[in-house]
């Protein structure tokens, strides 16, 4: 009798972790096109209040499958969202701590391959080789680990310990740009022109390269995903004195419509944003 209590239990405790999961499972595709409906806002206060609980959410139903990619991209691409939209300005260091939370998340799709996994943990060389292997199907976690880390890395320069992840994030995004161009309207391109813009020449930046991954970024998103415009004005414009080129690049963002891009009108709201602030500072700038 006490065996066959303990064999029923069983099977009631793993029948309910099974449905748990299902329950997860099927949530998260909903959260999928919760998270899309949350991407058209437009208001970017309303969207300021609403994210940190959903986010938050989203984390309570990873703890039921942790291994859940939909729920770990989610979560990489919105806390990465969040910081870029609120807290770069205002609080870097919050910024940055964020940007890591994005990170992590992303870098836990990564590991959930054996060979991804050993390759975060080797040397830079290491990560080429393996993501030589790879191809579309890794782009969105190798994408998201690597816009968190760069947008860390970029907020933290003056620490040795973060520069030196800069070329890893480097090469993932090159990897995305190679295998999955047109991911999130070419925003590998947006990250790596940004990457070379930035940089002076002597550190490795290269303003003809980042002026070539910008048009295409452009070219990929036809235009409508402003946030290119911005980084294009913060970066290649700046580091080359272009102050025409950076007064066309915000008034284009300024003047668009966020109608342009319905389902991603709160990334083109959070450019506007940027674009007064960058307009504002373009004394200090040239």
């Given at each position: 009798?006490?065996?066959?209590?303990?064999?029923?239990?069983?099977?009631?405790?793993?029948?309910?972790?099974?449905?748990?999961?299902?329950?997860?499972?099927?949530?998260?595709?909903?959260?999928?096109?919760?998270f899309?409906?949350?991407?058209?806002?437009?208001d970017l206060?309303?969207?300021?209040?609403?994210?940190?609980?959903?986010?938050?959410?989203?984390?309570?139903?990873?703890?039921?499958?942790?291994?859940?990619?939909?729920?770990?991209?989610?979560?990489?691409?919105?806390?990465?969202?969040?910081?870029l939209?609120?807290?770069?300005?205002?609080?870097?260091?919050?910024?940055?701590?964020?940007?890591?939370?994005?990170?992590d998340?992303?870098?836990?799709?990564?590991?959930?391959?054996?060979?991804?996994?050993?390759?975060?943990?080797?040397?830079?060389?290491?990560?080429?080789?393996?993501?030589?292997k790879?191809?579309?199907?890794?782009?969105?976690?190798?994408?998201?680990?690597?816009?968190?880390?760069?947008?860390?890395?970029?907020?933290?320069?003056?620490?040795?310990s973060?520069?030196?992840?800069?070329?890893?994030?480097?090469?993932?995004?090159?990897?995305?740009?190679?295998?999955?161009?047109?991911?999130?309207?070419?925003?590998?391109?947006?990250?790596?022109?940004?990457?070379?813009?930035?940089?002076?020449?002597?550190?490795?930046?290269?303003?003809?390269?980042?002026?070539?991954?910008?048009?295409?970024?452009?070219?990929l998103?036809?235009?409508?995903?402003?946030?290119?415009?911005?980084?294009?004005?913060?970066?290649?414009?700046?580091?080359?004195?272009?102050?025409?080129?950076?007064?066309?690049?915000?008034?284009?963002?300024?003047?668009?419509?966020?109608?342009?891009?319905?389902?991603?009108?709160?990334a083109?709201?959070?450019?506007?944003?940027?674009?007064?602030?960058?307009?504002?500072k373009?004394?200090?700038?040239?």
């Open positions: 009798m006490k065996i066959t209590l303990f064999f029923c239990c069983a099977a009631l405790l793993a029948f309910s972790g099974c449905i748990r999961t299902l329950a997860v499972s099927a949530v998260g595709g909903i959260a999928d096109d919760g899309e409906a949350f991407t058209s806002e437009s206060d309303f969207a300021e209040q609403a994210l940190p609980g959903n986010l938050k959410l989203l984390e309570v139903m990873l703890k039921s499958d942790p291994d859940n990619e939909r729920l770990l991209r989610l979560l990489s691409q919105g806390y990465a969202s969040y910081a939209a609120y807290l770069e300005e205002k609080d870097d260091v919050r910024a940055r701590d964020f940007y890591v939370r994005a990170r998340f992303g870098y836990r799709i990564m590991r959930r391959d054996a060979g991804l996994a050993k390759a975060l943990a080797g040397s830079l060389d290491d990560l080429k080789a393996e993501l030589a790879r191809g579309k199907d890794d782009a969105p976690g190798v994408f998201w680990s690597a816009f968190g880390l760069g947008s860390y890395v970029q907020l933290a320069l003056t620490e040795p973060a520069l030196a992840e800069l070329p890893k994030a480097e090469a993932m995004m090159e990897f995305v740009a190679r295998v999955d161009s047109e991911y999130y309207y070419g925003g590998a391109h947006l990250f790596l022109g940004a990457l070379a813009g930035m940089r002076p020449q002597m550190l490795g930046g290269n303003p003809e390269k980042s002026r070539a991954h910008f048009e295409t970024a452009i070219r998103s036809g235009g409508k995903f402003l946030l290119t415009y911005v980084y294009y004005a913060r970066s290649y414009a700046v580091q080359t004195q272009n102050e025409a080129l950076f007064t066309e690049l915000l008034t284009k963002v300024r003047d668009a419509s966020l109608e342009i891009l319905p389902e991603f009108r709160l083109n709201a959070i450019a506007k944003k940027k674009a007064a602030i960058l307009l504002a373009k004394s200090d700038l040239f």
